[in-house]
């Protein structure tokens, strides 16, 4: 089961989006200080936040938005997204996977158990 949760902006919530991108992007290592401090620093009126995808309570990927001061724009955001290597198939299965079963439930032909 895929779980969808805010940032807490703790210490934990931190070393995990470091850890998926130094794993993503080899090469381009970040720190933890790094981001903390960036996060500070971000102008109060420009929206910003981040997401953890987790699977079976292991977070596999992180989601990011902002706005930045030369698009501050009310309909604008910048956004990424970053997963493990090696997760992508599994997200994509389990995302088809609740896709179809919602569909089936929303038309009554999900069978009792399934």
């Known amino acids: 089961m895929i779980t969808i949760r805010p940032s807490?902006?703790?210490?934990?919530?931190?070393?995990?989006?470091?850890?998926?991108?130094?794993?993503?992007?080899?090469?381009?290592?970040?720190?933890?200080?790094?981001?903390?401090?960036g996060d500070e620093k971000r102008a109060k009126k420009l929206k910003w936040g981040r997401f953890f995808a987790e699977v079976d309570g292991q977070p596999v990927g992180y989601a990011g938005y902002e706005q930045h001061r030369r698009m501050n724009h009310p309909g604008k955001l910048w956004a990424n997204v970053n997963v493990l290597p090696g997760t992508v198939r599994r997200l994509v299965q389990i995302a088809h996977a609740t896709e179809v079963w919602g569909e089936r439930l929303a038309y009554g032909t999900l069978a009792e158990g399934e």
């Open 8 to 37: 807490t902006r703790t210490n934990d919530d931190y070393r995990l989006p470091v850890g998926i991108f130094n794993a993503v992007r080899v090469g381009q290592e970040e720190i933890v200080a790094g981001w903390q401090e």
